[in-house]
T-cell receptor
Framework: KAGVTQTPRYLIKTRGQQVTLSCSPI?????VSWYQQTPGQGLQFLFE???????NKGNFPGRFSGRQFSNSRSEMNVSTLELGDSALYLC????????????FGPGTRLTVL | AQSVTQLGSHVSVSEGALVLLRCNYS??????LFWYVQYPNQGLQLLLK??????LVKGINGFEAEFKKSETSFHLTKPSAHMSDAAEYFC??????????FGTGTRLQVFP
């Protein structure tokens, strides 16, 4: 069974631009969560989607948004990029109907110049 | 509110020595606890999880962790370190929502 995939793996943007990251969960997994990892703040929860609905949200500004499609694939969008948005963005999926562990993808490394 | 504290941002051991990575948690509800490992330029890999079924949890790659409610601890151990164990390790807590609260991580170095 294929793992969680994230595209692109690396991205370079400039301040003020917007970016969209994509995540495909493990087959059969219906919950998708997003995390931001930075050297200063560590791993922080962004949001979680299930059945195309955001169920939980972390403490991030409204510039960070996401969505989930009917096939459980998810995207997250960051608008008006700031230098501080440079980070590794990790996506994780979970089955929901048994087992509460989350399985992580390799991440997207975003650099904002 | 839930939180996790990992004591020691860096731990160094010799190959073959005992590995002990410390994790203390705070939770107002029975917690779900996890240990993840991250190798350079990769995502997080689940090592093991505690979900109240047993206090001693065995994971992959020879790692295990013991849940001690009285000490609010969930320390990760491995009897004999291998060079391939060098990585960053994260302890995380959840209240069975999908929000994982992570510790700050412990970087394990293994010397030959």
């Amino acid at each position: 069974k294929a793992g969680v995939t994230q595209t692109p793996r690396y991205l370079i943007k400039t301040r003020g631009q917007q970016v969209t990251l994509s995540c495909s969960p493990i087959s059969g997994h219906r919950s998708v969560s997003w995390y931001q990892q930075t050297p200063g703040q560590g791993l922080q929860f962004l949001f979680e989607y299930f059945s195309e609905t955001q169920r939980n949200k972390g403490n991030f500004p409204g510039r960070f948004s996401g969505r989930q499609f009917s096939n459980s694939r998810s995207e997250m969008n960051v608008s008006t990029l700031e230098l501080g948005d440079s980070a590794l963005y990790l996506c994780a999926s979970r089955r929901v109907d048994g087992g509460n562990e989350q399985f992580f993808g390799p991440g997207t490394r975003l650099t904002v110049l | 509110a839930q939180s996790v504290t990992q004591l020691g941002s860096h731990v160094s051991v010799s190959e073959g020595a005992l590995v002990l990575l410390r994790c203390n948690y705070s939770s107002s509800v029975p917690p779900y606890l996890f240990w993840y490992v991250q190798y350079p330029n990769q995502g997080l890999q689940l090592l093991l999880k505690y979900t109240s079924a047993a206090t001693l949890v065995k994971g992959i790659n020879g790692f295990e962790a013991e849940f001690k409610k009285s000490e609010t601890s969930f320390h990760l151990t491995k009897p004999s370190a291998h060079m391939s164990d060098a990585a960053e390790y994260f302890c995380a807590v959840s209240d069975n929502t999908d929000k994982l609260i992570f510790g700050t991580g412990t970087r394990l170095q293994v010397f030959p």
